[in-house]
């Protein structure tokens, strides 16, 4: 058993994984840079360990201080949390060779599913179904014309090392094709020092549906349903709910099992989840995270299960304390990310928090490393708070979510809360009658950019 855990993150997942680590009598070490000198984190840890000046890749990316802060203390596992190191295969590899335990999958995993030209390989011998696509790398820009021809347009060109949106080009036409073809080899080399690309059919009405899988690494893994995180903005998730408005129960249980199994055949072990785009009633596998989501809580809401207790659980060699059986779906939950942002061009916004309440009441989360006074710092992601409702069911979620929107204060910057409420008024968001493309146009034509 663990007696104390080393959180290699900052923020709300940082605190969410002390709380967790505080239900199960486990003491926590927070890292910090000099920037976080204040944080919520530090403060709400057992104890805390400066590892790095404010930059990212001195401090929170930095292995060497990470390592260095866990035989000070005496930790004995990590939690990486999301970002950051999550999913870093040699950070787990080193963590191993200092004998200590990376809460989280395998490195080799990581590694299979890092890559997604490897991730989708190994999902189709899984017998998980993929987006229609390249076999493999596309080398030179003449095959992705070859290709785009074959397929037929509209195509994505996509970075293998690509994630957080960025290195995917949409190709409509074979005239787009070389500018796409160039830019996200382009991006890929520049963000992740990784140039080869593959390309998929470009589905045009999908949702984006995943599904959150979890292993104890003995050959037992269960799903725990979907989550619809198609509201995206630039390729990334602002509203996230479970149930998916629009899956069945047989559905579910269909691609949920065809998941589980695949976790199963692996070994895999942790929590993961398994990214699908959903069109005319057909999953198609997109790519795989080895790591907690950022919207975690919407499942947590649903089954009244910890994910990170769980994640703990089977780092010590537990059994995850739940079979598939046990899992039955109360109610649903939505979650709306709030961002340090300034409408309506999304600007980072970071500054001093004047004054904050959190929202409460029934069925309210809220999921924040805020406090009155808190100096948002400039350095990191724009990530401020999570807001997680639950109710008996959609429509009593949504209420849920409008009124905890009308409590909440946090003044002294922007934030991306008048988003939310202006969504509460439309008829799609209502019905649940949404796509990946939705919010885009929905912003196009609400808050045209200044
Ligand atoms: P990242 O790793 O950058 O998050 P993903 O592969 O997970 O990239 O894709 C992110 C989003 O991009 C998806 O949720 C979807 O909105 C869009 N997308 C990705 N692949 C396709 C595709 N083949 N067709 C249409 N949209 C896609």
């Given at each position: 058993m663990f007696d104390k855990i080393l959180i290699a993150n900052r923020g709300e997942i940082a605190l969410r994984v002390i709380r967790a680590c505080r239900e199960m009598g486990i003491q926590s070490v927070a890292v910090h840079s000099t920037a976080d000198a204040d944080a919520m984190h530090v403060r709400m840890a057992d104890e805390s360990v400066c590892i790095g000046p404010p930059a990212g890749t001195q401090s929170y990316l930095n292995m060497a201080s990470i390592i260095a802060a866990c035989e000070v203390t005496g930790a004995q596992a990590i939690h990486p949390g999301y970002g950051f190191l999550s999913e870093n295969a040699n950070f787990v590899q080193i963590i191993e060779d200092h004998g200590l335990t990376f809460i989280g999958p395998t490195a080799e995993h990581i590694r299979i599913m890092g890559d997604k030209i490897t991730a989708k390989d190994t999902m189709i011998k899984l017998g998980v179904p993929c987006v229609p696509g390249s076999d493999g790398g596309v080398p030179d820009l003449a095959t992705a014309k070859k290709l785009g021809e074959e397929m037929g347009y509209p195509v994505i060109i996509k970075a293998t090392a690509g994630g957080g949106g960025k290195g995917m080009k949409v190709a409509e036409t074979a005239e787009d094709m070389e500018k796409a073809f160039m830019t996200a080899r382009a991006e890929g080399k520049a963000n992740f020092g990784n140039d080869e690309v593959y390309i998929e059919k470009y589905l045009t009405t999908p949702r984006h549906i995943e599904i959150q899988v979890f292993g104890d690494g003995k050959g037992n893994a269960v799903h725990l349903g979907e989550r619809d995180c198609s509201l995206q903005r630039?390729?990334?998730?602002?509203?996230?709910?479970?149930?998916?408005?629009?899956?069945?129960?047989?559905?579910?249980?269909?691609?949920?099992?065809?998941?589980?199994?695949?976790?199963?055949?692996?070994?895999?072990?942790?929590?993961?989840?398994?990214?699908?785009?959903?069109?005319?009633?057909?999953?198609?596998?997109?790519?795989?995270?080895?790591?907690?989501?950022?919207?975690?809580?919407?499942?947590?809401?649903?089954?009244?299960?910890?994910?990170?207790?769980?994640?703990?659980?089977?780092?010590?060699?537990?059994?995850?304390?739940?079979?598939?059986?046990?899992?039955?779906?109360?109610?649903?939950?939505?979650?709306?990310?709030?961002?340090?942002?300034?409408?309506?061009?999304?600007?980072?916004?970071?500054?001093?928090?004047?004054?904050?309440?959190?929202?409460?009441?029934?069925?309210?989360?809220?999921?924040?490393?805020?406090?009155?006074?808190?100096?948002?710092?400039?350095?990191?992601?724009?990530?401020?708070?999570?807001?997680?409702?639950?109710?008996?069911?959609?429509?009593?979620?949504?209420?849920?979510?409008?009124?905890?929107?009308?409590?909440?204060?946090?003044?002294?910057?922007?934030?991306?809360?008048?988003?939310?409420?202006?969504?509460?008024?439309?008829?799609?968001?209502?019905?649940?009658?949404?796509?990946?493309?939705?919010?885009?146009?929905?912003?196009?034509?609400?808050?045209?950019?200044?």
């Open positions: 630039r390729h990334q998730k602002v509203f996230e709910e479970a149930p998916g408005p629009c899956i069945t129960p047989e559905e579910r249980a269909r691609i949920g099992k065809i998941c589980a199994d695949a976790m199963a055949d692996i070994n895999y072990i942790g929590a993961g989840t398994i990214e699908f785009l959903y069109e005319n009633g057909e999953f198609y596998f997109i790519e795989m995270n080895t790591r907690l989501q950022v919207e975690h809580p919407v499942t947590e809401s649903i089954f009244g299960v910890d994910l990170v207790r769980e994640q703990i659980r089977v780092a010590e060699g537990l059994p995850m304390s739940f079979t598939q059986d046990d899992l039955e779906i109360n109610g649903h939950s939505i979650e709306v990310r709030i961002n340090a942002e300034k409408l309506p061009n999304f600007t980072p916004c970071p500054g001093k928090i004047s004054q904050y309440h959190a929202p409460g009441g029934l069925g309210v989360r809220m999921d924040s490393a805020l406090y009155d006074g808190y100096s948002i710092p400039p350095y990191y992601d724009s990530l401020i708070g999570k807001l997680i409702v639950h109710g008996r069911d959609r429509p009593e979620a949504l209420a849920r979510l409008a009124r905890a929107l009308g409590e909440i204060i946090i003044d002294g910057i922007d934030t991306s809360l008048p988003l939310f409420s202006a969504l509460l008024a439309e008829d799609d968001i209502l019905s649940g009658n949404y796509n990946i493309h939705w919010l885009e146009k929905w912003l196009e034509a609400n808050m045209a950019e200044g």
